[in-house]
């Protein structure tokens, strides 16, 4: 998989407030689920978070809030082309270390998903932007063709 740098993934809307972990959590949620379902429900989303529906709609309520969902009691739930943004950058974020875990240092897949998910909130869009020209000097510069290997053989 190329990772080639785009502005979409890598600079959050300047009028928005931070969001919290949880609230990203979510944003991501509601991503994934609209590429497999075009659109996305509570129990959707409660379900794919390993939470309770009644946890849910409150998050919800404050996405909406801050404009980046189109949220309506008991209706399914998309994101707004802001929320698309946002929501692009946290999966960015989040493919990017999962990548780096697994493909770099070799760790198990599992574990490369848990920490992706405890490091992408605080990982900045400058961070990013470095792990994604590694990413693209490991593709395509030939002297780092040997390079994964030789690490992976000298820190067993």
Same mark, same amino acid.
């Given at each position: 998989?190329?990772?080639? =740098?785009?502005?979409?993934?890598m /600079?959050?809307?300047?009028?928005?407030?931070?969001?919290? =972990?949880? +609230?990203?959590?979510? +944003?991501? /949620?509601i991503?994934?689920?609209?590429?497999?379902?075009?659109?996305?429900?509570?129990?959707?989303i409660?379900?794919?978070?390993?939470?309770?529906?009644?946890?849910? /709609?409150?998050?919800?309520r404050?996405?909406s809030?801050?404009g980046?969902? *189109?949220?309506?009691?008991?209706?399914?739930?998309? +994101? /707004?082309?802001?929320?698309?943004?946002?929501?692009?950058?946290?999966y960015? *974020?989040?493919?990017?270390?999962? *990548? +780096?875990?697994?493909?770099?240092?070799?760790?198990?897949?599992?574990?490369?998903?848990?920490?992706? $998910?405890?490091?992408?909130?605080?990982?900045?869009?400058? =961070?990013l932007?470095?792990?994604?020209?590694f990413?693209?000097?490991?593709?395509? $510069?030939?002297?780092? *063709?040997?390079?994964?290997?030789?690490?992976h053989? $000298?820190?067993?």
């Amino acid at each position: 998989m190329a990772w080639v =740098g785009s502005p979409v993934y890598m /600079t959050a809307s300047a009028k928005l407030p931070p969001l919290t =972990g949880a +609230l990203e959590d979510y +944003l991501e /949620t509601i991503y994934e689920l609209g590429r497999e379902q075009k659109v996305a429900r509570v129990r959707d989303i409660a379900l794919a978070r390993g939470v309770r529906a009644a946890s849910v /709609t409150p998050a919800m309520r404050r996405l909406s809030d801050l404009g980046l969902i *189109r949220y309506v009691q008991r209706e399914y739930i998309d +994101l /707004t082309p802001e929320g698309e943004v946002e929501a692009r950058r946290v999966y960015a *974020r989040h493919q990017a270390l999962t *990548r +780096l875990f697994t493909d770099v240092l070799g760790m198990p897949p599992e574990r490369a998903l848990a920490d992706a $998910c405890a490091m992408e909130h605080s990982l900045s869009s400058e =961070g990013l932007d470095h792990l994604v020209r590694f990413f693209e000097f490991l593709r395509v $510069c030939p002297a780092s *063709r040997g390079f994964l290997e030789t690490f992976h053989r $000298c820190s067993l």
